[in-house]
């Protein structure tokens, strides 16, 4: 399969794509990454992908009159690179109904709380927040909402006490840890075994 991985910061999800692709190479694996795209310049995340040799586009709200030509310039950039799935891996943009039209149902986004429990710009402070004893990462396909599409795959990650003196930092860090690993497991399941969509249950197909 090819993929597209949309970025928006330090990219460490796409490294552990990066890593397992190159580990077991992509026949193996399933799916090599034919490009990564990001919504703004200078990120850690775009430096890997040149690291690696992959191409890259740069999309920025700013550069656009409209969200939806926004939107457009986003579809198109990624639809050159011809992808089968869409991975956003804390990419921090909601796509827009010409992305979903062309995409839909291809996208594979990365959410770091248990969804539905705590969506948006701030899963972890907020699950920290509420004062939660679980938290977690959800791996899920995006729809037409926010954090809201069916959901591929779930881990769990304990709250500890300590994780309020620095703000949800070290917690977000061992999400990441459990995210990496979600995020490259279902990948590969989804590119080498497919699956199939059932209301809101998605079955992966066992290799
Ligand atoms: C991930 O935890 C993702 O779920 C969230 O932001 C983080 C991005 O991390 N949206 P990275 O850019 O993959 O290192």
Sequence with gaps: ARLVVLVSGSGTNLQ?????IDAEGPEAYGARIVAVGADRHGIEGLERAERAGIPT??????????????????????????????????????????????????VVNTHPALLPSFPGTHGVRDALAYGAKVTGCTVHFVDDGVDTGPIIAQGAVEVLDEDDADGGAALH???????????VDVVGRIARDGYRIEG??????DG
């Design 200 to 205: 809101r249950k998605v079955r992966l197909r």
């Design 173 to 183: 860090e061992r999400i990441k840890e459990v995210e990496r690993r979600l995020l």
């Design 57 to 106: 586009f740069v999309c920025r709200v700013r550069d656009h009159a409209t969200r939806d030509e926004w939107d457009e310039a986003l579809t198109e950039a990624t639809a050159a690179y011809e992808p089968d799935l869409v991975i956003s891996a804390g990419f921090m943009k909601i796509v827009g109904k010409e992305f979903l039209a062309r995409f839909g149902g291809r």
């Design 16 to 20: 552990a794509l990066l890593d397992a």
